[in-house]
């Protein structure tokens, strides 16, 4: 059952992911409306609480929720501990007392959100947290998957690059395998993070071998220059051994589409005419991201103070 | 003269192996008599009716932040904190502001401790100048100064160079060099024990190896030195290992284990907790199991507490950026007595844990309750149930991961020199 607070996709159950599918489906059509805008969230407000820099997903949250009718207010205080004037739990008691609807999270540090809900009277929506989850990314690309294949069941998934330091990675690890698909994950060996067969994947080393037969393939961006050489040896030579073109895809199933969250480095993690053409689907995903953000929002923000689907069974 | 008898518990005194009913006499600050039908004219009585009767634990491990942030904790409010946990004595990191590397600075510790700490206070000096890691201090006025062994603790010494002359030159003096055993550059960013959890949280790693690596380098040059090495808050399985492999040969390697280390996994830290956030950082179920193993089989000589208080606008920072460490002198016994509920220990085994090994790695009087010995008892009921709130407790800080839990076993009565100095009900004594 759906909590107060998304934090990550580690904490939903498969029904709880299915209900915000639908709800996103629902949402996808009001984008494809002439005037894209419902009045669901008026009066609401959501505060966008970014400590990291981010401009899709922040954009993504802001047009979910302003064609939901909502004030939306970003919200953008400095993250280095230096420029730092009040610990992040000040920051979170100081809007608590603005009583937002909703915060929406990202911070570059796994546990954030977490940290800040425990503090918070409003729900909190994670938009990403360190390496740990970013739940509404899994969501959108669950949905994508699910129109391109009309199911999730019984599809086996590679995620493919730096999955140490990839919370896109784990929650749709979490994501995939609670819909029922099989998920692997390749990388080179220092980017595949301690016991990570826990979180029940099977890890690769050998690009080739983890295609075998998948139906989707997720390239995850290259995030940090300072990665390179200490966690592997060059842009060249990962491009080389990870990077996806037409010819390594060939050794995934016949039709297996190809997902990025993005931005993509061209020719790192796919080549140029991957990251432009079928069988890849990135701005399918951009396209989703903005109906799960909405639905999203309808769920978490809408029942706060009684409001909303789950008001007789959050537990606020 | 003063004296003050002790009635009525279970004696449990690991030097004269003794664990039986019985008194204890304290005379002028020692301790006169133990036994049954002991002349008791004129004493004050303590009652340790089904309490136990011990010597006053000894703790070879606690940051008591004084000089420099006594915002965390000072001498006063440890010493409390330590009484109130049945320590007699604490032994206090050099890691101060400014560091204990001056025998000036041990003097003002000591003078401080004389004035403010019921607890008995031992300084333990830096190894190298500020904590550096380059150049060493002057140990021997450090040791008349007071100070009763030398480290530089999470400064790990990471030029093996400047660490094998510190082991030699602490021949001089024949004290324990104390080492916080984890290789930085393996280390890294890390902020939580690599494995499972790790992964599973999206936090930096520090690999076991990191100890392992460097419990084994300092091993290699304990051996080669002759000095002796006593390895601080062992955690892993391969530290023990290379420990017991070490005592195996005849070295002169001693070694401690947190409260923390023993009970709690890298589990404790699914929440984002910062008040699990501790270095070495808290480890697998394995290695605690063999952690609790290596006290067991003497491997491990003692329990030290790495009593570490940080104030909570500092641990209500991001997981990265929150300092390490948690208070553990109020909770140390109660945590620990998890280990003879289950058999593992037997209660005279582990007071001797607790103070008779601490004592003697220090080269301190206690840990013993023959006579004349100094009269440092502790009586602790075992099964008492309490609920912990560190808000309730002496330290400055609150940084525990067993706030709010219930605890069972706690410290009746803590006798320093003859002198009633804690009881549960009335509180910690000022000097």
């Known amino acids: 059952m759906i909590g107060r607070d998304l934090l990550g996709i580690e904490d939903l159950e498969r029904e709880d992911i299915e209900k915000i599918l639908e709800t996103a489906m629902h949402m996808r059509e009001v984008g494809e409306r002439d005037v894209k805008k419902v009045p669901t969230l008026r009066g609401r407000t959501i505060v966008n609480l970014f400590f990291e820099a981010s401009t899709r997903t922040r954009a993504s949250f802001e047009i979910a929720g302003k064609r939901l009718s909502a004030d939306v207010v970003n919200f953008s205080p400095a993250s280095s501990s230096l420029k730092k004037a009040e610990s992040i739990l000040d920051t979170a008691r100081t809007l608590d007392a603005m009583d937002p609807d909703a915060v929406v999270v990202r911070h570059a540090v796994s546990g954030v959100p977490r940290r800040i809900a425990d503090v918070l009277g409003a729900p909190v929506i994670n938009a990403g947290d360190g390496a740990h989850e970013h739940p509404t990314q899994a969501l959108l690309d669950i949905l994508t998957v699910q129109q391109e294949k009309g199911r999730i069941d019984g599809l086996t998934v590679t995620i493919v690059g730096d999955i140490a330091h990839s919370r896109v990675a784990r929650s749709n690890i979490y994501g995939f395998r609670k819909m029922g698909a099989e998920v692997r994950v390749a990388a080179p060996p220092p980017m595949i993070p301690a016991d990570v067969e826990a979180l029940g994947v099977k890890a690769y080393t050998s690009l080739r071998e983890s295609l075998d037969g998948v139906d989707v393939v997720m390239a995850l961006r290259i995030q940090n220059e300072r990665l390179v050489g200490s966690w592997f040896p060059s842009v060249r030579e990962y491009s080389a051994t990870f990077g996806l073109d037409r010819a390594k895809l060939r050794y995934a199933r016949d039709g297996a589409i190809v997902m990025h969250p993005g931005p993509v480095n061209r020719g790192v993690e796919l080549s140029h005419d991957l990251a432009d053409h079928r069988p890849s689907v990135i701005l399918d995903q951009v396209r989703n991201g903005v109906a799960i953000r909405m639905a999203v929002l309808y769920l978490f923000a809408g029942r706060h103070r009684g409001g909303g689907p789950f008001a007789q069974q959050g537990a606020q | ?431």
């Open chain 2, 1 to 431: 003269m003063s004296r003050l008898l002790i009635r009525g518990g279970r004696l449990l005194d690991p030097a004269a192996k003794r664990d039986e009913p019985g008194d204890v006499l304290c005379l002028d600050g020692r301790i006169e008599a133990v036994g049954t039908d002991l002349d008791v004219r004129g004493a004050e009585v303590v009652d340790a009716e089904g309490a136990w009767i011990t010597p006053g634990f000894v703790d070879l491990h606690a940051h008591l932040r004084e000089p420099g942030q006594e915002y965390k904790e000072d001498i006063a409010s440890g010493g409390r904190a330590a009484v109130a946990g049945g320590f007699t004595a604490v032994a206090c990191m050099a890691n101060t502001d400014p560091v204990n590397d001056d025998p000036a600075m041990t003097d003002f510790i000591l003078d401080r401790a004389r004035q403010d700490s019921p607890a008995k206070v031992y300084p333990i000096a830096a190894a190298t100048r500020r904590l550096e890691g380059q150049l060493m201090t002057e140990m021997s006025a450090l040791i008349d100064a007071g100070a009763v062994a030398f480290s530089d603790d999470g400064r790990t010494i990471m030029d093996s160079c400047v660490m094998r002359r510190v082991l030699e030159y602490s021949r001089l003096v024949n004290v324990p060099v104390i080492v916080h055993c984890e290789d930085r550059t393996l280390v890294g960013q890390g902020v939580v024990n690599e494995g499972a959890m790790s992964t599973r949280l999206g936090l930096p790693g520090n690999p076991g190896i990191a100890e392992t690596v460097h419990v084994a380098r300092d091993v290699i040059l304990a051996e080669f030195t002759g000095a002796h090495l006593h390895v601080a808050h062992v955690s892993t399985a391969g530290g023990v290992a290379s420990i017991r492999a070490a005592r195996e040969r005849g070295l002169n390697v001693t070694a401690e284990v947190t409260p923390h280390h023993l009970t709690l996994t890298d589990e404790e830290t699914a929440g984002f907790d910062t008040n699990t956030k501790v270095a070495p950082p808290l480890r697998s179920a394995q290695d605690v199991a063999a952690c609790r193993a290596g006290l067991v089989d003497g491997t491990i000589d003692a329990i030290a507490t790495d009593h570490a208080p940080h104030a909570m606008h500092e641990k209500d920072q991001e997981f990265t950026e929150a300092p390490h460490g948690m208070i553990g002198l109020e909770t140390a016994a109660a945590v620990t007595l998890d280990l003879v509920r289950s058999g593992e220990l037997s209660p005279l085994a582990w007071v001797a844990r607790l103070s008779t090994a601490p004592a003697r790695i220090l080269r301190r009087p206690g840990g013993s309750l023959a006579p004349g010995e100094p009269a440092d008892v502790t009586v602790l009921d075992p099964d008492r149930r309490w609920h912990y709130d560190p808000a309730k407790g002496y330290s400055k800080s609150r940084n525990s991961p067993w706030a709010g839990r219930d605890l069972i076993g706690r410290v009746v009565t803590t006798i320093v020199d003859g002198m009633i100095v804690y009881h549960v009900d009335r509180g910690a004594l000022v000097p």
